[in-house]
């Protein structure tokens, strides 16, 4: 069973930077893309970044110019690296990865932006 492991979520103060980790139980080669999603208090969950096979990568224009994604093939793991923080980037926020035709998601990582 592959699992995906968040981390690096926390409280920051507005302006501020996180970096979120997500780690792979199986070689990232095996994924079609790989991405960060969040889900605001009582919102849906959108795509924040998003980061294929070749490593191009997109972005909404909510992080464009804010928010990196990034990936380390050795490490297994995939980045997500956010400056500039604002109150509204407040979410839960989940990696995912395309397996095939299946989509596997990890367990979810608060971040919370306040003063």
């Known amino acids: 069973q592959v699992r995906l492991v968040e981390s690096g979520g926390g409280l920051v103060q507005p302006g501020g930077s996180l970096r979120l980790s997500c780690a792979a139980s199986?070689?990232?080669?095996?994924?079609?893309?790989m991405a960060w999603y969040r889900q605001p208090p009582g919102k849906e969950r959108e795509l924040v970044a998003r980061?294929?096979?070749?490593?191009?990568?997109n972005y909404p224009d909510s992080v464009m110019g804010r928010f990196t994604i990034s990936k380390d093939n050795a490490k297994n793991t995939w980045y997500l690296q956010m400056n500039s923080l604002k109150s509204e980037d407040t979410a839960v926020y989940f990696c995912?990865?395309?397996?095939?035709?299946?989509?596997?998601w990890g367990q979810g990582t608060q971040v919370t932006v306040s003063s």
């Open positions: 995912a990865a395309g397996l095939g035709n299946v989509a596997v």
């Open positions: 980061i294929d096979a070749g490593g191009s990568t």
């Open positions: 199986l070689s990232i080669f095996s994924f079609k893309s």
